[in-house]
């Protein structure tokens, strides 16, 4: 599900709109953090693509939780 | 006299967030009697490895329609405000326009666009500034968010950019209410289905949790998407993944 780029990050494999996965990848996660309501995008409420500690790429996103 | 204030790069990772603020100086403004203020409006930005942003790159923007004598003291206040409370490693940028004497709204629209495609500078944030004869001012850090509220001044001014902050409260009847009932209770332009049509107000909705509105062609409305199995209703609210693009 995750790919570590060049900085030593960890990136999300499946681009921007893979909600079931982005889901079930937040619901495993021991530190989701839900960012403010307004810069949600996904239906469920814990989905990374709604972490906080998601930083959004052109393709997808990093997480900034320490790999 | 009407004016827009938008404000940019308030946040870190541990902060409330930029839209949390401008909703607090919208308030504040009526508190002090200084205006009425109206909902607050996300505009998304360039997500680009040039542009520097916390988790998203996003502008908040409010109008307000004020007395002009107030003009200065509301300025005054909200640099003040986005000094004190932005948060540490931020990039506070605040722009207030007055719209009647904008004197190139094509052009602010057009800046507006811009930053949601290419990588604007500061330089160019205040050039823009200067020649629109808008306030334009930063409050921290390296001050990169003048360039996301004056775009988002230029998105607000489009009528076609953004979505609102928070969500519509609607009461329905297990889940269900006509567009007559939603209207009635919102302050919305329409419901309106994503291939662009309005609804007559005798259509059902299954009304979703936390729907949320979307400014378009300087109105908001409610966007709805077909059901499939046309049973109770033949319009459910449009996900908010598919709203991403507003």
């Not at chain 1, 780029?5 to 889901?23: I, M, N, P, V, W």
């Not at chain 2, 603020?21 to 109206?38: F, V």
Request: charged share 25%; hydrophobic share 40%; with cysteine.
């Amino acid at each position: 599900m995750w790919l570590i780029d060049t900085q030593g990050r960890k990136e999300f494999r499946h681009g921007q709109e893979a909600y079931c996965l982005a889901s079930d990848a937040a619901h495993i996660c021991g530190g989701f953090r839900p960012d403010v309501e307004e810069e949600w995008v996904a239906n469920e409420e814990r989905s990374c693509y709604n972490c906080r500690l998601r930083r959004w790429t052109e393709d997808s996103f990093v997480c900034l939780l320490a790999v | 006299m009407k004016v827009l204030i938008c404000i940019d790069d308030t946040d870190n990772l541990e902060s409330r967030g930029t839209g949390e603020l401008a909703t607090m100086l919208a308030e504040e403004i009526e508190r002090r009697s200084w205006g009425n203020s109206d909902f607050v409006t996300r505009h998304q930005l360039l997500v680009h490895p040039d542009v520097p942003y916390t988790s998203h790159n996003s502008s908040m923007c409010f109008a307000a329609d004020i007395d002009g004598k107030v003009l200065d003291p509301l300025i005054a206040y909200a640099g003040d405000f986005l000094q004190r409370e932005s948060a540490v490693g931020s990039d506070p940028g605040l722009c207030v326009s007055v719209v009647e004497q904008l004197g190139e709204p094509e052009a602010a629209i057009a800046f507006g666009h811009s930053a949601k495609k290419e990588v604007l500078t500061k330089q160019a944030a205040y050039d823009m500034a200067a020649r629109l004869g808008v306030h334009l001012s930063e409050h921290g850090g390296t001050g990169q968010g003048v360039v996301g509220a004056l775009a988002g001044i230029g998105l607000r001014l489009g009528g076609n950019d953004g979505r609102l902050k928070g969500w519509l409260k609607i009461k329905t009847k297990d889940g269900l209410a006509s567009v007559g009932e939603i209207l009635a209770q919102t302050t919305l332009g329409g419901v309106r289905t994503m291939d662009g049509d309005l609804l007559d107000v005798e259509e059902m909705v299954e009304v979703e949790s936390k729907p949320k509105a979307v400014l378009l062609e300087g109105k908001i409305y409610m966007m709805v998407s077909p059901l499939a199995d046309g049973g109770r209703a033949r319009w459910r609210t449009t996900p908010r993944q598919q709203l991403k693009k507003f």
